[in-house]
């Protein structure tokens, strides 16, 4: 039998490695790094309907910058990583690089998302992007609609912000 001081300090430590659990990343001060994180969710229409779903940390610009896809299970699915015109791709499976960020998002989600516009759309700023039309109506709820008309297939992007 656990004595009184004994389970008084296990459930102190419990505790205590529940707030741990349940603290945020410190946040970047404004004006240094434009940051967003929450849920993206990526639909594409089809003959074999596909989707793509993922908590994301995104993070810099279109230039610069890094996004991180985690799984609802906490598991990271894969890294981004962007500067200079060269972009790097690493997962459980591989790390590769290209010089194009939009091909190893769509190898990742399954097609192709206007990145550099995405930025904008994230920031409030209505970029038109062919094929693309974006809603930015409940923006300010933390709610991003994106849909794709041309090239088919047709493809729905929605994102949710964290608060």
């Known amino acids: 039998m656990v004595g009184p001081r004994v389970a008084g300090l296990l459930l102190w430590v ?6 741990v659990g349940c ?4 946040q970047v001060p ?6 967003w994180n929450g849920r993206i969710a990526l639909q594409v229409e089809g003959q074999a ?29 894969a890294q981004l ?12 499976q ?10 190893l998002l769509q190898d990742v989600t399954g097609a192709r998302i206007p990145v550099a516009a995405l930025f904008a759309w994230l ?7 062919p094929g693309w039309r974006a809603d930015l109506s409940a923006l ?17 992007l929605r994102i949710a912000l964290t608060r």
């Open 14 to 19: 419990a505790c205590a490695l529940w707030l």
């Open 30 to 35: 404004a004006g240094e790094e434009d940051a």
């Open 81 to 92: 990583e962007w500067k200079d015109g060269h972009a790097q791709l690493t997962s459980a």
């Open 49 to 77: 309907s596909q989707s793509f779903s993922a908590i994301f940390e995104l993070r810099g610009n279109a230039q610069t910058g890094g996004l991180a896809l985690i799984s609802p299970l906490g598991s990271r699915i």
């Open 94 to 103: 591989e790390s590769r690089t290209s010089d194009s960020l939009d091909a």
């Open 123 to 129: 920031k409030g700023v209505q970029t038109t992007v």
């Open 140 to 156: 300010e709820q933390g709610r991003l609609v994106a849909h794709r008309d041309d090239p088919a297939p047709q493809a729905t």
């Open 23 to 26: 603290a945020q990343p410190p």
